[in-house]
């Protein structure tokens, strides 16, 4: 598929109020060892399942981690991001119904489908879409954070 530059920042800044439903918990086990079952629903967005905070600690001090960040830039600006000093860090926007970017740039952002990928918005639906996307594409392991900052309150302690 071929996009104009106008046709992916018209998708990239899209805004809809579509429903995401929550997936199916996994019940094999993570890169990090820990049972999928051991997930558990963000403050946030109660529809939303998240990675546990040891499940995601673990996968940031890997250096082969990739951190997608699902925002809008405006959020971004307002907010802040998720500063790891070991990891990629990746802006790939993501509406509640697809994430234009990673569709057509995932193999180039994230190189390794083996490698561990750490997505992030600011409720975690996004990000619930951008791991869903992921995984359809052949990444392995796949976490959702949440929502930046209020779910990595344990982040952004240390």
């Not at 086990?29 to 967005?45: D, E």
């Not at 860090?89 to 083996?114: F, K, N, Q, Y």
């Not at 996307?133 to 930046?148: I, Q, R, T």
Request: net charge negative; with cysteine; proline share 8%.
């Amino acid at each position: 598929m071929l996009l104009t530059r106008r046709a992916v920042s018209s998708a990239i800044f899209a805004t809809t109020n579509a429903f995401v439903p929550p997936t199916a918990i996994n019940t094999h086990l993570s890169p990090f060892g820990v049972s999928k079952r051991h997930l558990y629903t963000a403050k946030a967005a109660p529809d939303i399942t998240i990675a546990a905070p040891e499940q995601i600690k673990e996968a940031l001090a890997n250096p082969k981690t990739t951190v997608v960040d699902a925002r809008r830039i405006d959020e971004i600006l307002e907010a802040g991001y998720l500063k790891t000093p070991n990891n990629q860090w990746i802006h790939a926007p993501c509406t509640l119904e697809e994430c234009p970017l990673l569709s057509v740039a995932a193999e180039s952002l994230i190189r390794d489908p083996e490698d561990p990928v750490v997505v992030y918005c600011a409720s975690g639906k996004r990000a619930q879409v951008g791991k869903e996307f992921l995984e359809s594409e052949g990444y392995k392991f796949v976490l959702n954070a949440g929502g930046y900052p209020e779910d990595m309150d344990y982040l952004l302690q240390q």
